[in-house]
């Protein structure tokens, strides 16, 4: 009976064993479990380093709608190689780790539709991913900083930053080389440092440096030499001083080198010169980077130009016409354009019947690099242009794959004569084949807009009459022309939601002026879009020639930026108009009515026997708005901010300087005489008991320290290849006789810990050390010289001493 049952139960246990053995293999293997929170620690460290660094991006993006994404993408890159790090044998795959996080953070944070429980990347997330680059990528190509944070965008900052993260994580940890970090903080800071006027701010500069030491101390303290350890070596030999006044040295020196070093002379170290050519080389942002250029008030002259023409011109270089989403950017440029820039016509122009003015133009750019080139509206001719440029029918622009910067060329344009009388007769519907990108809006329209423009519209029968009355009431009193209203109200950008707060505030610059009036105008049935470029500038003295014929020098500079709508009429092709208060200059036809009764018919101009359009115009004659109030006081500058002294600012900084030694000594001191009279590692002063597990934590342990830490300051020359023993006989020979029974005390309670039989357990706190540590230094005090006392209080040597 007890047979089968015996063998039974010895078949349990034989199966038990081997199971447990199986078990205990796969344990062997991987090898022992860390404890303590060594990984959890290193990981925020990484994790708040990038964090802290990328603000410097304040300046490069709108806002930071993108941050809580990036959190959670960085967050589960460090997540995956800290959970591997568990096991000593899996460290090595620790980067691979991180790469999974990266791509389950970003597919959580961005596709989690897309993709398997949210977390596992599909295919469908993969095209996604590939089509939100693209549109990032499109945005960047047609943008200046700061860029909206839209998907896209915020896509590529939170990949970037990831990667990073996983690039900080394995030089840090996985290698052991966490000065090496530095590289992919200097990574995060370059966007700011080589895109932007302010570069990485005073922020981004503290975020990165913080971040940076506290990578250093915490791969210091929890994984010295790349092992992981249980616990922090709390309070090491003056580690955490030392890396607080070198902290303190390098933003002292750099808050210095800001104010005093040719280059660092606007913002906060804004890196001085930027990547490519000298020079103050910059692009125009189609938004929100004009309202940056306008507030900057920059005199850098961009251009010159000489021009036949009677007033000095507008120079388009790019337009907006679709007006969907929270970014407003020109339309993809339409493949198969040719590169004959001889003969230009525009897909609508004037009438043949129409009369026109033919203007000839020459530019030469100082200090602007654009892929747009600046020229008349309704070119017809381009030459001695370098490189490869497309004429755009459309849109009338021109773009290529070389830049504007050290460009001059000649410009030939023709513009139709305009009269008020013969765009009042101009009340045909648009030709059924122009792009219905110029009249279509999207469904977020708010209603004030609509309701604003039939309002002041009211009783006008013509498109003319109707965007009369839109440009009116924009240039009128109840308005008001300000760079710093639409950023102190929330409200600097584009998208529908900024043009309803701009009607409501009524105050704003021109890309709000003329984005009102392009929406107001298609609301009315007008086809619209919006011209950026710079306003006519200012005159510079210079003369020129060209066929016989006189030109007039102009300079245009980066505070010159504008942008202008320019409204659809048949028979007469794209007319500019001129909205913005105390900007530009308003066309002769955009004012006064003419009393001129000795041209033909208007509508027989108009349905001419050449109804199509043939060439392009030029910029028609115009005169400065003199009669409008509105225009009457010219934009005054950006006030600068108030900024203190350099002198006073250099004083304050030599002071911090000065102290910060003193005062990192006096906090080691204390920390260490507090946590030799017992006080709680975790929190200083507490007095909470609590066993030291660690001999190099233990009290004695760190009155040594402290001891020697005390005698260097004075003058001693600790030389750590001698015994204790020998170290406390030189240190006593210093003291003199009534301090030698305390300084063998120390000793004496150090050799015990460190070299005496385990097992004992080590008393909570030692007061009877820490007064005599006490003692000590007002010995050495009052045995020391007075220059010793300065030097030992002002520039303690044992901050920097790491032999001890």
């Not at 994790?47 to 490069?60: C, D, K, T, Y």
């Not at 026109?356 to 654009?370: A, G, I």
């Not at 946590?675 to 597990?693: D, E, Y």
Request: aromatic share 6%; hydrophobic share 40%.
């Amino acid at each position: 009976m007890t047979g089968p049952s015996s063998g039974s139960n010895r078949q349990k246990l034989d199966g038990g064993a081997a199971g447990t053995g199986q078990r205990g293999g796969i344990r062997g293997f991987l090898g022992e479990p860390a404890t303590g929170p060594a990984r959890w620690v290193l990981a925020l460290a990484v994790l708040g380093a990038v964090m802290g660094a990328s603000l410097s991006l304040r300046n490069v993006l709108l806002d930071y709608s993108w941050f809580p994404q990036a959190v959670l993408a960085c967050a589960l890159t460090l997540l995956l190689p800290a959970l591997t790090r568990r096991y000593p044998r899996l460290n090595h795959l620790a980067p691979i780790a991180a790469l999974l996080g990266w791509f389950m953070g970003l597919t959580l944070a961005f596709f989690p539709g897309t993709a398997y429980l949210g977390l596992i990347p599909s295919a469908s997330t993969i095209k996604a991913a590939v089509a939100l680059a693209s549109e990032a990528g499109a945005s960047i190509l047609v943008s200046n900083t700061p860029v909206p944070a839209d998907p896209g965008i915020a896509f590529i900052i939170c990949a970037g930053l990831g990667f990073t993260a996983l690039l900080i994580d394995t030089l840090a940890v996985t290698v052991a080389l966490p000065a090496a970090s530095a590289l992919g903080i200097a990574l995060i800071l370059l966007p700011a440092a080589l895109t932007t006027q302010d570069g990485v701010g005073a922020s981004g500069f503290i975020g990165a440096a913080g971040g940076y030491l506290l990578i250093l101390g915490c791969c210091r303290w929890y994984a010295p030499e790349g092992q992981l350890r249980p616990a922090a070596n709390r309070a090491a030999s003056g580690t955490l001083g030392r890396a607080a006044g070198l902290g303190a040295a390098v933003v002292v020196v750099m808050m210095l080198a800001s104010v005093f070093l040719p280059g660092f002379s606007s913002g906060t170290f804004p890196q001085g010169s930027r990547l490519g050519s000298p020079g103050n080389v910059s692009g125009l942002d189609p938004m929100i980077s004009l309202g940056n250029d306008l507030r900057s008030q920059s005199t850098a002259i961009n251009m010159s130009y000489l021009t036949d023409a009677p007033e000095p011109l507008y120079l388009r270089m790019s337009t907006l016409e679709d007006f969907s989403g929270k970014t407003w950017k020109p339309s993809p440029i339409p493949a198969g354009l040719s590169d004959n820039l001889s003969d230009l016509r525009p897909a609508f122009g004037a009438n043949s019947a129409v009369p026109q003015v033919t203007t000839t133009t020459m530019v030469s750019v100082l200090d602007l690099s654009s892929t747009w080139l600046p020229a008349p509206l309704s070119t017809t001719s381009v030459e001695s242009l370098r490189g490869q440029w497309k004429w755009n029918p459309s849109t009338q622009t021109i773009s290529g794959n070389d830049t504007t910067a050290d460009q001059s060329y000649v410009v030939v344009s023709q513009m139709p004569e305009l009269t008020p009388e013969l765009l009042d007769a101009a009340t045909q519907k648009p030709d059924n084949r122009l792009d219905p990108i110029f009249s279509k809006l999207p469904n977020n329209v708010p209603a004030i807009i609509k309701t604003t423009a039939e309002q002041v519209s009211e009783g006008q029968t013509t498109p003319y009459g109707r965007a009369m009355a839109i440009q009116d009431y924009l240039r009128s009193s109840a308005f008001t022309y300000s760079v710093k209203t639409p950023v102190q109200e929330g409200y600097d950008g584009a998208g529908m939601n900024v043009l309803a707060k701009f009607l409501e505030v009524k105050s704003g610059y021109c890309i709000h002026f003329s984005a009102a009036m392009a929406v107001m105008a298609r609301e009315l049935g007008i086809p619209s879009r919006i011209a950026v470029g710079y306003a006519p500038g200012t005159p510079n003295q210079e003369t020129g020639s060209v066929n016989g014929v006189d030109l007039t020098g102009y300079q245009v500079a980066g505070r010159d930026a504008h942008a202008w709508p320019e409204l659809y009429f048949e028979g007469l092709g794209w007319v500019p108009f001129e909205p913005t208060p105390s900007r530009g200059d308003v066309p002769a036809y955009a004012q006064e009515p003419s009393t001129d009764t000795s041209r033909p018919n208007n509508n027989d101009l108009l349905n001419g026997a050449n109804s199509r359009p043939t060439s392009a115009p030029a910029t028609a004659p115009t005169s400065k708005a003199a009669t409008t109030p509105a225009t009457a006081a010219a934009v005054e500058a950006t006030p600068q901010h108030a900024r203190i002294s350099a002198g006073v600012v250099a004083v304050v900084l030599a002071l911090v300087v000065a102290a910060s030694p003193a005062f990192t000594r006096i906090l080691v001191r204390r920390r260490r005489l507090a946590l030799v009279r017992g006080a709680s590692p975790g929190r200083k002063g507490t007095g909470r008991p609590g066993k030291q597990k660690d001999p190099r934590d233990s009290p004695e342990a760190l009155a040594w320290r402290e001891l020697s830490a005390s005698t260097i300051d004075y003058g001693y020359s600790y030389d750590s290849a001698l015994t204790p023993a020998l170290q406390a006989e030189r240190m006593a020979a210093l003291l003199g006789e009534s301090s030698s029974r305390d300084v063998y005390r120390v000793r004496s309670a150090y050799e015990n810990v460190v070299y005496g039989p385990p097992g004992a357990d080590s008393p909570v706190g030692r007061d009877d050390l820490a007064d005599a540590l006490e003692r000590i230094g007002s010995r050495l005090a009052q045995k020391a010289t007075t220059p010793a006392r300065i030097r030992a209080v002002v520039l303690p040597p044992s901050l920097f001493n790491n032999r001890q």
